[in-house]
């Protein structure tokens, strides 16, 4: 158990729908990290905040947004879904920012979009 | 731009065979390299990590050495176990830029 913690663990929704998966990191990690696996795409790093504020952003798609609250929880809102949203949402903390820091992965959201 | 590849799976070996997985990268700055492991099912769980050039990181027998004239860290074991199956992702986060890549995974399956 990394002490992190996702929910849903899964969530089947329909095209055009929105949807927000919510993550909690482990006490103490100041840093969330938000990651998409697929069959075709891999593993791709979305987003990352550190301390409630926005500090790098990877392959995150216009219809994403994340934030995350003073109370270093984070939620990534996914809208207009389509077909190719379905994957595996990883959710990452680690205590600070940077390759010196390990992240520690949450077990995932299954999202599958019919 | 920064990448990384490594080599496609999956890998089947036998209990106790001797086990590489290549991995290189590309990457402006001064990346950190790492090796994630995801048992299925489960989320990643670092296995070993190397913050520069010629550091070998090391863990549960696991072994993988940082180097910048190859632009390499390939992942080595002397003797795997059936509980090494598992994916293992090749990652590097070049700290000046806040920039994470993992690479595609391999799959390995050791056979008892």
């Known amino acids: 158990d990394s002490g992190v913690t996702q929910t849903p663990k899964h969530l089947i929704t329909a095209t055009g729908q929105r949807v927000t998966l919510r993550c909690s990191p482990r006490?103490?990690?100041?840093?969330v990290y938000w990651y998409q696996q697929s069959l075709d795409q891999g593993l791709q790093f979305l987003i990352q905040?550190?301390?409630?504020?926005?500090?790098a952003k990877g392959n995150i798609l216009e219809r994403f947004s994340a934030q995350q609250f003073p109370d270093l929880h984070s939620e990534l809102n996914l809208s207009s879904l389509e077909l190719g949203d379905s994957a595996l949402y990883f959710c990452?903390?680690?205590?600070?920012?940077?390759?010196?820091?390990?992240?520690?992965f949450g077990p995932g959201t299954r999202l599958t979009v019919t | 731009g920064d990448s990384v590849t490594q080599m496609e799976g999956p890998v089947t070996l036998s209990e106790e065979a001797f086990l590489t997985i290549n991995c290189t990268y590309t990457?402006?700055?001064?990346?950190?390299l790492f090796w994630y492991v995801q048992y299925p099912g489960e989320g990643l769980q670092l296995l070993l990590k190397a913050t520069k050039a010629d550091d070998k990181g090391s863990n549960k027998g696991f072994e993988a050495t940082y180097r910048k004239e190859t632009t390499s860290f390939h992942l080595e074991k002397g003797s795997v176990q059936v509980s090494d199956s598992a994916v293992y992702f090749c990652?590097?986060?070049?700290?000046?830029?806040?920039?994470?890549?993992f690479g595609s995974g391999t799959k390995l399956n050791v056979k008892p």
């Open positions: 006490s103490g990690d100041l840093s």
């Open positions: 990457a402006t700055g001064y990346p950190s």
């Open positions: 905040y550190y301390n409630g504020e926005e500090r």
């Open positions: 990452a903390s680690s205590p600070g920012q940077g390759g010196s820091y390990e992240q520690y």
């Open positions: 990652a590097l986060d070049v700290y000046n830029f806040n920039k994470f890549y």
